[in-house]
């Protein structure tokens, strides 16, 4: 009979501790799957960092590229608007010998107005260069109306650009708050 309790008892035994390897392997088990979600969760949130990054990267090179263009344009204005102010240089120089000559004219009519013949011709030539100030006039009037617009252009490529560099500025801040985001759950 004692033999039999202690077989019994060493049965027992050995139970328990078959008992408290079970419970260890659990507990081994449950920190495993912790350790496996912990370990998605990192992969899951460096995913779409690297995603984040990739987006970013694309707008950057689309700003970039925007940039480059909008300085291509606004050097290319500023050529036109260089070139537009060398007409309207042109036209005043023009312009300055036109009130010149009129001068001249002016004066020989006054002297030679006794004279019925060179008068006319004179007036002929006076109305000429009228004419000929008139036209230059205009042309300068319409270089004029050609910088504005020019003008005009490089303002309105100007806010485009400026609109474009406030939402560059803004995605960069929205995904650094969800890069701080990620960095304080990841903390967690």
């Known amino acids: 009979l004692t033999e039999r309790v202690q077989a019994y008892q060493q049965f027992f ?37 690297a ?3 990739i987006s970013l990267s694309d707008i950057r090179r689309s700003l970039s590229e925007m940039k480059v263009e909008a300085q291509k344009k606004l050097n290319d204005y500023m050529k036109e608007i260089a070139n537009a102010e060398k007409d309207v240089n042109n036209c005043e120089k023009k312009l300055l010998k036109s009130k010149e000559q009129l001068d001249k004219y002016l004066d020989i009519k006054t002297r030679l107005s006794t004279n019925n013949d060179n008068e006319n011709n004179s007036t002929l030539k006076f109305t000429k260069d009228l ?16 910088i504005n617009k020019y003008n005009k252009e490089i303002k309105d490529d100007i806010k485009s650009l400026q609109l474009s560099i406030l939402s560059h500025d803004q995605i960069i801040q929205a995904s650094r708050k969800a890069y701080q985001q990620l960095d304080y759950n990841c903390k967690k």
């Open 13 to 49: 035994n050995t139970l328990s501790k078959a008992k408290a390897s079970f419970d260890v392997f659990q507990h081994c088990e449950g920190s495993l799957r912790q350790s496996l979600d912990s370990f998605y969760l990192f992969v899951e949130q460096e995913l779409q960092q």
């Open 51 to 53: 995603r984040q990054q």
């Open 131 to 146: 004419m000929k100030s008139a036209n230059n006039i205009y042309t300068i009037k319409e270089t004029e109306e050609h």
